[in-house]
């Protein structure tokens, strides 16, 4: 298995708060090629800060794909969500972000990053984008939206 992982096992790793940049992600390939799956990760302690007053934002973050050829590895994932604690955007900015950088590096069948960030001034706020590999044929489409129901389903809590 070819392994171009710099993050996991490094011994060195470097944080950075202020600069959530899709460099930081790093992806190894899909251990069960041509299969659809669901890849579910949760951040249950996000923070940014809000660009207008710098105050601090905090939420949870939750992930689920559906992989192509390459899988998010989870440190490189934390150290690139870690990078949003000090960096100055709005929760819809935020999860429109992540959802982007992530589909640009791993390519996925489809992806759904949701915000749910803890209420403030008497509002939450809950971002949600969906990306869908735009070369995915339509008749598939039905199969992985299914897919994700029962991923949905099994998940609660």
């Known amino acids: 298995m070819e392994n171009n992982l710099t993050h996991l096992g490094s011994g060195g790793t470097r944080y950075h708060f202020d600069s959530p940049d899709r460099g930081i992600l790093e992806a190894f390939k899909t251990p069960r090629q041509g299969e659809y799956f669901v890849v579910g ?3 249950f302690e996000f923070t940014s800060v809000c660009p207008i007053t710098g105050q601090p934002d905090f939420g949870q973050i939750h992930i689920a794909y559906v992989p192509g050829d390459r899988c ?3 440190k490189s994932l934390k150290l690139y969500l870690g990078a949003f604690r000090n960096y100055g955007a709005f929760h819809e900015d935020c999860v429109n972000k992540i959802a982007e950088d992530l589909a640009a590096v791993i390519d996925p069948v489809f992806i759904r990053v949701l ?3 803890n209420v403030r001034g008497g509002i939450a706020i809950r971002p949600l984008a969906l990306k869908w590999r735009s070369s995915f044929p339509k008749a598939q489409k039905e199969v992985v939206a299914e897919m994700m129901d029962n991923y949905d389903r099994l998940s609660r809590r």
């Open 115 to 117: 915000g749910d960030f």
């Open 41 to 43: 990760l949760e951040c």
């Open 72 to 74: 998010v590895e989870s």
